[in-house]
């Protein structure tokens, strides 16, 4: 192990729509001070959440660590600067939270000699760029079981560590603070209200939910959506809403730093991801719902399996707006005592398996191992 502290660098392309920028803040702030020196390096300083990362003291370097494979004959002059960066700041270690099948940061890590590793985030695997990224990584981080299956079976250099949340700061709230909220929003007492946070492109599968309310068309059923809808996607869903007379059943809340109040007034967390493209690894907003006492349905498809294996009355099947509408309907004429232990079990869950303490001593242990 090297004298003194390990020093980690994190590198994240940005804290605007990086959407595991606020777990990447998490596991920064959160490794044991006594024995990590930790910097994080992303490709620019746009956004309100880069403020709050900025403003906690973290040491942020404002740099490009990848350059374009082609053309390939020039690559290893182009990705000296990268190196130099590395081997400058004498980085024990560099973790990846790029979203991309990206190998020349990698590739810059190992001519640098240090060792390099990645957090699988999610489930896409379609061409030869994630095997060389795969091949050059010193370790391998996998956030749900299927990822270790169907990507790296026989692998060695696996570690499955589950994304973690703060369950000190995601905790259920007090009826009364839920009462406020929704009177904020002009929802009713007996209003029964769905909610889905997401960042909001097409796979996250909103106009699913969306199907799935005007078949309902129940009075007392409002749908709140939180996330970032100024994009086609966001757009497109704001229009049909329209279009279709279902204003007064769905609101649109954009983008929020704190989606606590908004999980305070939720009867139940819906994630409907669809069974296509860039699919979800382990998303974060229905663990930190479940932290919060939530219901949570969701669509049987990896990662989400993981969260609510043991719930088979909660999932449904990728793309079936009829399945949304049975689980929507189950939840909603659950007795009382039978919804409380529900939540209370979802709660449970979340501090043996998905707790924040949890993933930081998991991280903590693997980089003394790296390390050593």
Known sequence: ???????????????????????????????DKSRFDVEIACMHDRGEFFRVVKASGLKIHITEFTRSYRPYWTLPARIQPV??????????????WHWSSDWTEA???????????????????GNVHWKIRSRLATKIICINRDMEKEFFPGWKKL???????????????????????REKLG???DDFVILSVANLVPVKGIELVIDAIERLRLPNVRYVV???????????????????????YITFIGKVLDVRPFLALADVFVIPTKDEGRKEGLPVAPIEAMACGKIVIGSRISGIKDLLDEYPELL????????????????????????????????????EKYSLQGFIAAHEQLYTKIAQ
């Open 226 to 248: 939180v996330g970032d809808h100024a994009n086609d996607y966001g757009s497109q869903l704001l229009r049909n809403v329209h279009e279709r007379g279902l204003d007064t």
């Open 83 to 96: 190196m130099s960066f590395f081997r400058k700041h004498k980085f024990d270690l560099v973790h990846s």
């Open 1 to 31: 192990m090297p004298e003194g502290k390990i020093k980690i660098l994190y590198t994240i392309p940005n804290f605007d729509t990086a959407g595991s920028g606020r777990v990447v803040f998490d596991l920064a702030r959160n490794l």
């Open 316 to 351: 449904f099947e990728p793309g079936n707006v009829d399945e949304i509408c049975k689980r929507i309907l189950y939840i909603m004429n659950l007795q009382d005592g039978d919804s409380i232990a529900l939540s209370r079990q979802l709660r449970s869950k979340v501090e």
């Open 187 to 189: 929802l009713r007492k």
């Open 107 to 125: 590739l810059a890590c190992r001519l640098a000699g240090v060792p390099w590793l990645y957090t699988k985030k999610a489930m896409g695997w």
């Open 159 to 181: 570690a499955l560590i589950p994304i973690g949340v703060d369950t000190e700061h995601f905790v259920p709230s007090p009826p009364e603070e839920s009462r406020q909220y």
